[in-house]
């Protein structure tokens, strides 16, 4: 009878192993795989006219090859601009920026620029009225020169303190690109 009990729990405990590591496929969450960004362009619009200046960054063999080309710009001081950006996988022919648009919920663009910038605004929005920023409002401060930093975050947290107004540090998430550009405003 003791044998009997023994076998039973062994195989008892056997098949709840067993059963444990033979889990449908659908039970494991999907792998959102990083998208690789070989081309970064933000193209800003003088709003009352004028030639445009685009910062441009691009790493086509990417990472650990040959180092990105970095192309900077120069603004007009106290001038209101619009911008625009575009993300590419030119290895694939991917725009990756349409791809933030259909999943605009999960992606923000961080704006870091000291002193360059006097005023700064979202013109985009995802589907619950959070920001984007592939379409932003700038207004040059006066002559200097410096860094005009981007980063893109991957799921960060939109209703934490300062993030709806482009502060970085409360969002979290993953960076998916974070790109420095040296500019000069004249």
């Not at 067993?18 to 039970?27: H, K, P, V, W, Y």
């Not at 090859?65 to 601009?81: K, R």
């Not at 694939?92 to 259909?102: A, D, F």
């Not at 920023?133 to 799921?155: C, D, M, P």
């Amino acid at each position: 009878m003791k044998t009997i009990s023994l076998r039973i729990v062994w195989f008892v405990v056997f098949g709840m192993f067993f059963l444990n590591a033979c889990t449908e496929d659908e039970d494991i969450l999907p792998v959102n795989d990083q998208k690789t960004i070989t081309t970064f362009e933000i193209t800003f619009l003088p709003k009352s006219g004028g030639s445009p200046t685009t910062l441009k960054w691009q790493d086509l063999d990417g990472d650990g090859g040959n180092p990105p080309e970095i192309t900077g710009g120069t603004f007009l001081a106290d001038t209101d601009y619009s911008a625009t950006m575009q993300l590419l996988n030119e290895t694939t022919s991917e725009n990756i920026t349409l791809e933030i648009l259909e999943q605009n919920n999960e992606h923000q663009f961080f704006f870091e620029y000291g002193s360059l910038f006097s005023n700064f605004a979202y013109e985009d929005k995802d589907g619950n009225d959070f920001p984007v920023g592939l379409a932003t409002s700038w207004t040059t401060a006066s002559v200097g020169s410096g860094n005009f930093k981007v980063i893109l975050r991957h799921h960060p947290n939109k209703s934490a303190s300062g993030v709806t107004t482009g502060n970085s540090a409360n969002a979290g998430g993953k960076t998916d690109i974070e790109v420095e550009f040296p500019i000069t405003i004249e």
